[in-house]
């Protein structure tokens, strides 16, 4: 499993790969327009604390083909390092990953909601494609069971692209994906957290400390 962090907050992004073993960021103009700041310099600042090895992926506002394709290739040139460009897969913008990944470009396709998108863009050259999970279901869809079509579709079809599932508001959405074969997932800095947060965890810590300092008088073994 690939995770990834969707923000575009620097403190969130700091603290994640402190502490997670992460392998990239994603983004989207709703997430960077929270920051209030310039679009390419906060792209800049996260790669920075991200390195040049880790995703990110950044996405296009243009709605045509032609305008998506400028808009990528100079998101591409002025980031640079392991960096993919977010497409929505309309007409418009299966008809620019066609192109860009001709040229090299790198492409997550995005607003995915059925599995013929996600199949579609990938014929069309894209290296992942993410379904929205809880807008899935916010639909009275279940974005669990896209996942697993989108899983089973690309492999049917010897297909490389990679899923990586988004829109998660709960640790069970991530798991129950994860189960289903999904190569990868973007989640919040909150999910994030709640992955490896149990109670019974915490507990048992405090247990194995207090059974120290009440045989030793002392809560390290140094």
């Given at each position: 499993m690939i995770y990834i962090l969707d923000t575009a907050n620097l403190q969130e992004i700091k603290r994640a790969y402190e502490y997670y073993p992460?392998?990239?960021?994603?983004?989207n103009p709703s997430i960077i327009s929270k920051e209030k700041e310039n679009f390419i310099k906060r792209l800049k600042d996260i790669r920075k604390i991200i390195g040049k090895e880790s995703m990110l992926h950044a996405q296009v506002l243009a709605v045509t083909a032609e305008?998506?394709?400028?808009?990528?290739?100079?998101?591409?040139?002025?980031?640079?390092?392991?960096?993919?460009?977010?497409i929505?897969?309309?007409?418009?913008?299966?008809?620019?990953?066609?192109i860009l990944s001709k040229d090299g470009v790198k492409i997550t396709a995005?607003?995915?909601?059925?599995?013929?998108?996600?199949?579609?863009?990938?014929?069309?050259?894209?290296?992942?494609?993410a379904p929205y999970v809880n807008r899935i279901d916010n639909i009275s869809g279940n974005?669990?069971?896209?996942?697993?079509?989108?899983?089973?579709?690309?492999?049917?079809?010897?297909?490389t692209t990679k899923v990586?599932?988004?829109?998660?508001?709960?640790?069970?959405?991530?798991?129950e994906v994860s189960?289903?074969?999904?190569?990868?997932?973007?989640?919040?800095?909150?999910?994030?957290?709640?992955?490896?947060?149990?109670?019974?965890?915490?507990?048992?810590?405090?247990?194995?400390?207090?059974?120290w300092k009440n045989a030793y008088n002392k809560t390290t073994v140094l």
């Open positions: 992460m392998e990239g960021v994603t983004t305008e998506m394709i400028n808009e990528a290739k100079y998101i591409v040139n002025e980031i640079g390092g392991n960096i993919y460009i977010k929505p897969v309309t007409p418009e913008g299966i008809k620019a990953i066609k995005t607003a995915i909601f059925t599995a013929q998108q996600a199949l579609i863009a990938s014929k069309a050259g894209a290296d992942f494609v974005g669990v069971e896209v996942v697993g079509d989108i899983v089973e579709l690309l492999e049917l079809n010897n297909l990586l599932a988004a829109s998660f508001k709960n640790v069970q959405q991530v798991n189960l289903r074969g999904c190569q990868s997932v973007t989640v919040g800095s909150d999910i994030m957290d709640k992955l490896i947060e149990h109670a019974l965890t915490e507990l048992s810590v405090k247990q194995f400390i207090n059974d």
